[in-house]
């Protein structure tokens, strides 16, 4: 069986759908949860997940609250540049979706619990409930309780002191 990594984009696609329209999540060479995180880990970002996994930590517990905004992360992790609308919205919502493959990855907390935004300082019900979806597409157990899930995801990621090196386990 080849690794899934050299399985070409339109192949995991098909490989997806094959799932869904079947109403399984295994039964193929991948789950459907290896799937979809191959996917995740191939959405284009000029950024590093490593690096910006390790900056949402590092702003986070820099806070009083424990949290970190977008605008926050974008200022770290992009340093001079101007936040230019829905372009760079566009890049950070692809650096937390290739950390949420790399913390899936490395069997980490989702650190991406800790971004929210400037105005709320909190995540909203929407974004608890999408959070908890996305991660249980990729396995993750996140439990009965959605908002239990990301309390214990925030004091995990608090509590990280390492990062993997890489955005691939090693095999």
Request: proline letters at 6%.
């Amino acid at each position: 069986m080849p690794d899934i990594s050299s399985l070409s984009d339109k192949q995991l696609t098909n490989l997806e759908k094959n799932y869904l329209a079947n109403g399984v999540e295994v039964g193929g060479p991948y789950s459907l949860a290896e799937v979809r995180l191959e996917s995740l880990r191939r959405t284009p970002s000029a950024l590093d997940p490593v690096a910006v996994a390790k900056a949402i930590v590092e702003l986070a517990r820099a806070s009083e609250d424990n949290l970190t905004t977008y605008g926050e992360l974008w200022n770290r992790i992009s340093p001079g540049q101007p936040w230019k609308g829905n372009a760079t919205q566009k890049a950070v919502a692809n650096a937390l979706t290739r950390v949420v493959a790399y913390c899936v990855t490395h069997k980490m907390p989702i650190i991406t619990v800790l971004v929210v935004r400037t105005d709320q300082r909190d995540l909203s019900e929407l974004a608890v409930e999408n959070i908890c979806r996305e991660a249980q597409e990729l396995g993750v157990d996140t439990g009965p309780d959605p908002k239990a899930f990301i309390e214990a995801q925030r004091v995990a990621a608090m509590a990280l002191a390492d990062f993997p090196r890489s955005e691939r386990p090693a095999t």
